[in-house]
């Protein structure tokens, strides 16, 4: 066998043992006579001591060697005269006898050791990448917490099952990767973009309690936290209510951190209507680990002579503020900053206050009245070397744009750096349609089968489809949305007027759901359920800022894969084999 131990295993209490190990070459020290090799495995660092007087041609040999090449190495354990603390095995060495190079390292790409800023590099050597110690350990984090995920899933009853990865293409908010069928030809699969009909086609076959660790793909832009292909906990159960959702969820997730980090979480988790969630924080996934809420200023400027905000509020819309505390001291750039962002989502500016040596500084306090500004004073607890942003508009866009502006102050003055705080959070009772302008239509928040709230019904058949409200629920951790799901429609009747309301004819119903909505004739149950994105809680568990630092494999931010040079083009015989023709705009 190749070795006895792994390089992380032999302690004060081997020694005097023999010893065989096996690895590579991470550190290489010739001082002359002796020589010292630091051998790493994926458990650990042994050092190596090569002695002349002892066997000079394996020392010889040692000398050779380089960082990376692989070798096998059997010898006596000695106690270190210097021990290491730092290092389990930092009390003993290996004192060589014998040695075996079993490859040879070429020119390195970049070190072990350190930290490449090339990202781009790095994945073009991820096999080399993964090698070095963090990222071996992001991938050991993943697969403890995919393994308590299955063992707690396991425990309640639930079953591991697959669904297709070739599928049927149909709307599900991003684009869809296609597959061009060689057998049919003029048709294509879709790569799923999430197994939600199929769950739900699981709960009409009398499943009941169904899970996967699925694989799914979204032709989509890509930022930090998204991938074309990802991995989602995809759960579904039978005769389920959202509190019992709520419950396994919180259980499954006390159960992975207590697998992954060694800590227990609170449970139950607080919880927020989306309505809240957007007039506290102006998002629908806040982080609260800092407070600067947004406060709503109708009732102090309902009477204002200033234009900007009377003129919002006499439109239905609403004038709000955050205080930015004791960040007066903005510079002129980072104010500049943050109106280019509030533009961006929105605004037609951005109205501000500094309180500075005991003055307002503002181009617009001229237009408040002694009366407003006390009663802004008394709202806002402004005090000395505050900041006060506005966001006057709809009630939405001024939501919006206050919420985006808080994240971003709260960064510039790094209110959540080096926090240990698990802040989970319940977002419920979403908005179950939007109006696309662009389109003219209205469509679904979630996804056609998401199912209105009871009371709410009523509305959608009144054509009051901006009112309703969805059965739907996210949860977030720290202002990162980890999962999200709904219970789900499973009445022929309703869904008809939920796709009645969504503009979509018998004819497109048929031609894209005529599969499911045949099922819910033949005695569909109530169903729900939910999706956790893997790769999304395994950075936040990480303490990663991608998820490309928790994948094995994972594409750069233009969807390539450096390592193998895909996509790439394929033989035209290949394509002419699936009737396809290539038509490539090189402009």
């Known amino acids: 066998m190749y070795r006895t131990h792994h390089c992380g295993q032999l302690r004060a209490s081997d020694v005097g043992a023999t010893a065989k190990l096996a690895g590579w070459v991470h550190m290489h020290r010739n001082l002359g006579g002796v020589v010292f090799i630091d051998l790493r495995d994926r458990e650990g660092l042994t050092q190596l001591v090569f002695r002349p007087e002892e066997n000079l041609p394996v020392t010889e040999l040692a000398r050779t060697l380089r960082q990376e090449d692989v070798i096998q190495v059997s010898g006596r354990v000695a106690a270190r005269i210097e021990s290491n603390p730092n290092l389990p095995t930092g009390g003993i060495e290996l004192v060589a006898g014998e040695m075996r190079i079993l490859n040879r390292a070429g020119v390195l790409p970049f070190p072990v050791d350190g930290d490449p800023a090339n990202e781009d590099l790095r994945l073009s050597y991820r096999y080399f990448d993964l090698r070095r110690p963090q990222l071996s350990r992001n991938l050991r984090i993943r697969h403890r917490i995919t393994k308590a995920t299955r063992d707690y899933l396991d425990a309640q009853g639930f079953v591991e099952i697959e669904t297709p990865i070739l599928s049927k293409s149909t709307p599900e908010g991003a684009r869809d990767f296609l597959v061009p069928s060689r057998i049919t030809p003029g048709t294509f699969y879709a790569l799923p973009q999430a197994p939600q009909q199929y769950k739900q086609l699981l709960m009409v076959g009398g499943i009941e309690k169904y899970f996967q660790i699925a694989k799914c793909f979204r032709d989509e832009d890509l930022r930090a936290d998204r991938q074309p292909e990802f991995t989602q906990i995809d759960i579904e159960a039978s005769f389920v209510v959202p509190e019992e959702i709520f419950t396994l969820v919180e259980g499954m997730l006390a159960a992975i951190f207590r697998a992954s980090r060694g800590v227990e979480i609170s449970t139950p988790f607080p919880r927020l209507t989306y309505h809240e969630a957007m007039?506290?924080?102006?998002?629908?996934?806040?982080?609260?680990?800092?407070?600067?809420?947004?406060?709503?200023?109708?009732?102090?400027?309902?009477?204002?002579?200033?234009?900007?905000?009377?003129?919002?509020?006499?439109?239905?819309?609403?004038?709000?503020?955050?205080?930015?505390?004791?960040?007066?001291?903005?510079?002129?750039?980072?104010?500049?900053?943050?109106?280019?962002?509030?533009?961006?989502?929105?605004?037609?500016?951005?109205?501000?206050?500094?309180?500075?040596?005991?003055?307002?500084?503002?181009?617009?306090?001229?237009?408040?009245?002694?009366?407003?500004?006390?009663?802004?004073?008394?709202?806002?607890?402004?005090?000395?070397?505050?900041?006060?942003?506005?966001?006057?508009?709809?009630?939405?866009?001024?939501?919006?744009?206050?919420?985006?502006?808080?994240?971003?102050?709260?960064?510039?003055?790094?209110?959540?750096?080096?926090?240990?705080?698990?802040?989970?959070?319940?977002?419920?009772?979403?908005?179950?349609?939007?109006?696309?302008?662009?389109?003219?239509?209205?469509?679904?928040?979630?996804?056609?089968?998401?199912?209105?709230?009871?009371?709410?019904?009523?509305?959608?058949?009144?054509?009051?489809?901006?009112?309703?409200?969805?059965?739907?629920?996210?949860?977030?951790?720290?202002?990162?949305?980890?999962?999200?799901?709904?219970?789900?429609?499973?009445?022929?009747?309703?869904?008809?007027?939920?796709?009645?309301?969504?503009?979509?004819?018998?004819?497109?119903?048929?031609?894209?759901?005529?599969?499911?909505?045949?099922?819910?004739?033949?005695?569909?149950?109530?169903?729900?359920?939910?999706?956790m994105g893997l790769d999304r809680l395994v950075m936040l568990i990480c303490g990663e800022q991608s998820i490309r630092e928790v994948m094995a494999f994972p594409k750069n931010n233009r969807g390539i894969d450096l390592m193998s040079q895909s996509p790439s083009e394929v033989n035209p015989q290949q394509l002419r084999e699936l009737r396809v023709e290539l038509i490539v705009d090189r402009d």
């Open 279 to 531: 007039e506290q924080f102006g998002t629908d996934k806040p982080d609260r680990r800092f407070a600067m809420h947004l406060v709503d200023l109708a009732g102090v400027f309902a009477g204002s002579s200033f234009k900007m905000f009377r003129g919002a509020l006499d439109s239905s819309g609403a004038v709000k503020a955050i205080n930015a505390r004791q960040f007066a001291g903005i510079t002129t750039g980072q104010l500049e900053d943050l109106t280019a962002m509030a533009k961006h989502y929105g605004a037609k500016g951005l109205a501000f206050i500094k309180v500075e040596d005991g003055e307002w500084k503002s181009p617009i306090t001229k237009f408040f009245t002694a009366e407003e500004k006390a009663a802004l004073t008394a709202k806002l607890q402004i005090e000395e070397g505050d900041l006060i942003l506005f966001a006057a508009d709809q009630w939405e866009i001024a939501c919006e744009v206050l919420g985006r502006l808080r994240l971003r102050v709260a960064e510039l003055q790094r209110l959540t750096e080096n926090s240990d705080t698990l802040d989970f959070l319940w977002v419920t009772e979403f908005p179950l349609m939007e109006f696309d302008t662009a389109g003219n239509k209205w469509n679904a928040v979630h996804h056609p089968f998401t199912r209105p709230k009871a009371e709410d019904v009523s509305l959608i058949e009144a054509g009051e489809f901006g009112k309703a409200r969805a059965e739907a629920y996210d949860v977030v951790l720290n202002g990162v949305e980890i999962g999200g799901g709904s219970i789900r429609i499973h009445e022929p009747e309703l869904q008809a007027k939920m796709f009645a309301a969504l503009g979509v004819s018998e004819k497109d119903q048929q031609a894209m759901f005529g599969h499911i909505l045949r099922a819910f004739r033949l005695g569909a149950p109530p169903h729900g359920g939910i999706a």
